[in-house]
Nanobody, 120 residues
Framework: QVQLVESGGGLVQPGGSLRLSCVAS????????MGWYRQAPGKQRELVAS???????KYADSVKGRFTIYRNNAENTVYLQMNSLKPDDTAVYYC??????????????WGQGTLVTVSS
């Protein structure tokens, strides 16, 4: 069994900052790529940022220069530092990871999501 658990969402004013965390736990052999997606009301889920196991990162154009993704491999944790937040960043943010289980196959896993609301 593998679980991804996100934390750090909440209500923040425009221009503010939040840091999201996602911990992978359970019967894990190795974690490869990790990422953050978001889904706003009435919109499709979209990639926000991703990071490989050797720390190569990729960002959506809408968050470049404002968001930073990084990870702690020893703790199977990925973070998303979000600065200069805008109302358009309001969404449920989901963690995603490519994981090989102990004695099991490689697969992609999702967290349950954490809500970020940017509003004055």
């Amino acid at each position: 069994q593998v679980q991804l658990v996100e934390s750090g969402g909440g209500l923040v004013q425009p221009g503010g900052s939040l840091r999201l965390s996602c911990v992978a736990s359970g019967s894990i052999f190795r974690v490869y790529d990790m990422g953050w997606y978001r889904q706003a009301p009435g919109k499709q889920r979209e990639l926000v940022a991703s990071i490989t196991s050797d720390d190569t990162t990729k960002y959506a154009d809408s968050v470049k220069g404002r968001f930073t993704i990084y990870r702690n491999n020893a703790e199977n944790t990925v973070y998303l530092q979000m600065n200069s937040l805008k109302p358009d960043d309001t969404a449920v943010y989901y963690c995603n990871a490519d994981i090989i289980r102990l004695y099991g196959p490689q697969d992609w896993y999702w967290g349950q999501g954490t809500l970020v609301t940017v509003s004055s």
